[in-house]
């Protein structure tokens, strides 16, 4: 096992020191019992790591350590259950929609609903359902912080969705036009989402409701997300690939376009394995988004 050096390590926003890793270490040593989520949680409780509305970080503890143990900081207990995706395991219940396809202008619509759903299980099961079946990209479940949106019409048809998770780690146009190092990213993170899916139901052909769906999510995203999870979001990312999407919705509501990713995997060790280009895009919820992600 590696020795930690002196300097700081920062993992999942929290920064580390040797005492930190020698007491998980001993926490992992006294406790040989202990599966890999009693080792979280008990951390978490240790250190009262919590999220601004007193939920314990238990996710968050979990990947420190597994990125712990990946350095090989650390040895955690060999995994008792085989990770597996929950909709993948179990399935998605089938919905029966209404497809008769809906033209015309934006306002004939009559009132729409926006409604975050993610703690509303009959309206989230809908939207994973729609995501799965209509979704180029599927859909694979949520991890850590996430947000969940329907778009519905008067008569409670289902227009569109949009799921917001996890940031990416890395991504190199939109780092370098936050303007942070390494360090202030790992801290700081969590105050970026991602809009990992975005999907107005194929039977839908109203021009410009994508982009006044995009208006209204964004102008209660951040609030939404300090209800539920006890902290402001300040800056939206996306990735749209090029060879599919123009970003037109995207740009009609003023994200900016900084840059475009590799075409690589993360997974791609190698630096062999190519995967579409994608374009990306930001969205600043607050002016003063730089000053609270450089802290």
């Not at 800056?235 to 740009?251: C, D, H, I, M």
């Amino acid at each position: 096992m590696l020795l930690m050096t002196s300097e700081t390590l920062v993992l999942q926003g929290r920064q580390l020191e040797s005492a930190d890793i020698v007491r998980i270490r001993k926490l992992i040593t006294d406790n040989p019992k202990w599966s890999r989520r009693r080792l979280s949680k008990a951390l978490c409780d240790e250190w009262g790591w919590c999220n601004g509305k007193g939920q314990m970080k238990d996710m968050a503890a979990r990947s420190l350590l597994l990125k712990l143990d990946a350095r090989a900081l650390i040895k955690l207990p060999v995994r008792r259950q085989v990770a597996s995706n929950r909709m993948l395991s179990r399935g998605i219940s089938p919905q029966c929609w209404d497809t008769t396809p809906v033209m015309g202008k934006l306002r004939d619509l009559g009132p729409l609903t926006v409604q975050e759903v993610s703690q509303e299980s009959s309206a989230r099961l809908r939207l994973a359902a729609a995501l799965s079946e209509f979704h180029y990209l599927g859909y694979r479940g949520t991890v850590g912080e996430n947000l969940q949106y329907t778009v519905t019409d008067a008569k409670g048809r289902l227009l569109a969705c949009l799921l917001f998770g996890s940031a990416a780690w890395k991504c190199k146009p939109r780092d370098e036009y936050i303007g942070w190092d390494a360090e202030q990213r790992a801290r700081n993170l969590y105050l970026v989402t991602n809009n990992t899916r975005y999907l107005i139901m194929p039977w839908i052909r109203v021009p410009h409701l994508s982009s006044w769906i995009l208006g209204q999510v964004l102008r209660r995203l951040s609030s939404d997300w300090q209800r539920k999870y006890g902290h402001s979001i300040y800056l939206v990312e996306t990735f749209v690939e090029r060879n599919r999407f123009a970003g037109t919705s995207y740009k009609a509501s003023n994200w900016i376009r900084p840059g475009t990713t590799t075409g690589r995997s993360r997974q791609d060790r190698s630096h062999s394995l190519r995967v579409p280009v994608k374009d990306v895009y930001l969205y600043r919820l607050n002016a003063r988004f730089r000053r609270e992600l450089l802290a």
